[in-house]
């Protein structure tokens, strides 16, 4: 039977659809639910286009600007006309927040769901061959950009410097070492290998219990540290302190294992009543940010305001105000691509979704991206620096060298599976599709 629906005025006429796929319409997407049949009639159940199946492309989009921020912050630089964007790691929230948090909550939606359908034995094991393939790229990656940062004269600063060869490579096979940029690999190791214990307690209905261990540890953390170091000490890991920064990966992965939960919550307000608090959050931090000594020195005129400051806001630490702050930059592009959904994935998807979708080969290629530009960089420029368009410049070139390099890797993934994307193009890059989050890829 022919189903009708009104968008906008229009009368828009749609043939038979198969079950379980779509039929795309503007910025609607048609779907023959499998739902009770009433009149004989099944009712048809229409999803916004971002509504890729199971797969929420606003979370790829979301991914994918966080890879693009860390490019443009991990390059660096005095100036560049894209920190207005970024933050430039200075401000009070940057792309790190966003991706742990983001992967976490990817993660409850990938592997709860692997374990109502196949066990939670089977959901624990591919949570430890996630862990073991992030040790691989984490090992691998620490072993070499040393070498790397060494031949190109980058200047980075190594933790191991002055020891043995050998001593240096059984600290990093075991954890106890870290690099330059490879940090973010060596949490994910540690979040994903105790991920599988957090994971039962979910399935397990203890959700309660572990969120408050993961809080009690963040606050335990701001307290007391030198009580609450975990799992251990690792060298050269003064980014990001794991006992306080596991709270965004474990509280993303209850929520997108209670994702219905979570969303019948979120619908007790309208989109725009998000996005209007969270751009005034952000405008309110960005105020403080630019007349922070000022402000926190009327507010606590008895304290030190660079103290205040450090208490506040340390990123190591992952300190309260960054937790507003983050709170305050999701609930504002959450909604902002709830509302202009087509407008962004027309400007931005092409180039956010591949990116959002392949995250972690997109965090792993950055970092020769952005040792060999700095190397570059420095060959070119030398001892005079780089200026504001020179930087704004190279940063844009590594974006679009990350992009290029997801490109081919999809295509080549594409030939060893024996499907060419030569005619059709490649599926990831268009914004109006994409595969469910069924694969544990998604997850990191």
């Known amino acids: 039977m022919r189903q009708r629906i009104a968008r906008r005025g229009r009368r828009i006429r749609l043939g038979r659809v198969p079950n379980g796929r779509a039929a795309r319409c503007g910025n609607l997407a048609v779907v023959r639910a499998r739902a009770p049949v009433y009149s004989g009639l099944k009712m048809a159940r229409v999803l916004p286009s971002y509504q890729a199946g199971k797969r929420d492309l606003r979370l790829d989009v979301l991914r994918g600007a966080a890879i693009v921020a860390m490019v443009i912050d991990h390059i660096g630089g005095d100036r560049s006309w894209l920190y207005a964007l970024t933050g430039g790691d200075r401000f009070y929230v940057s792309a790190a927040e966003v991706f ?3 992967s976490g909550f990817v993660a409850g939606l990938v592997y709860t769901g692997l374990a109502a359908r196949m066990g939670l034995g089977a959901a624990l094991m591919k949570f430890l061959r996630r862990a073991l393939v992030l040790y691989v ?3 691998a990656l620490t072993l070499a950009l040393p070498l790397i940062a060494s031949k190109l004269g980058l200047g980075w600063d190594d933790p191991l410097a002055g020891t043995s060869e050998v001593s240096d490579a059984v600290s990093v096979l075991t954890l106890h070492s870290t690099y330059h940029l490879t940090d973010v690999l060596l949490m994910y190791v540690f979040l994903f290998g105790f991920g599988g ?9 203890r959700t309660a219990l572990l969120l408050g261990l993961s809080w009690g540890a963040w606050l335990a953390w701001q307290l007391w540290p030198q009580y609450v170091q975990w799992p251990w000490f690792v060298n050269g890991m003064g980014t990001f302190s794991l006992t306080a920064w596991q709270v965004l990966f474990f509280t993303g992965l209850a929520l997108g294992a209670h994702r219905h939960w979570a969303a019948r919550q979120l619908r007790r307000f309208p989109p725009r009543a998000y996005l209007v608090c969270g751009g005034l959050g952000l405008a309110a931090s960005v105020a403080l940010f630019w007349r922070e000594l000022e402000v926190l020195q009327w507010v606590a005129p008895s304290a030190d305001p660079q103290v205040l400051a450090a208490y506040l806001f340390s990123k190591a630490d992952l300190a309260p105000g960054r937790l507003v ?5 999701l609930a504002f592009l959450f909604s902002l691509l709830t509302l202009a959904w087509r407008r962004i994935a027309a400007w931005a998807g092409w180039l956010l979704i591949p990116l959002g979708q392949h995250a972690l080969s997109a965090y792993a290629l ?13 060959a070119v420029f030398g001892e005079a620096g780089r200026g504001i368009w020179q930087n704004t410049v190279l940063q844009l070139t590594g974006v679009a060298m990350l992009w290029l390099a997801i490109q081919g890797l999809v295509v080549a993934q594409d030939a060893i599976r024996g499907h060419s994307p030569w005619g059709k ?3 990831v890059a268009r914004p109006r599709a994409g595969p469910a989050y069924t694969s544990v890829r998604d997850a990191a």
């Open 100 to 102: 742990v948090s983001l």
């Open 425 to 427: 193009g490649v599926p």
């Open 137 to 139: 790229w984490t090992v």
């Open 197 to 205: 214990l957090a994971l039962a307690l979910i399935v397990e209905r």
């Open 366 to 378: 950055h970092l020769l991206v952005v040792a060999g530009l700095t190397g570059l960089a420095n």
């Open 325 to 329: 702050v983050l709170a305050f930059g």
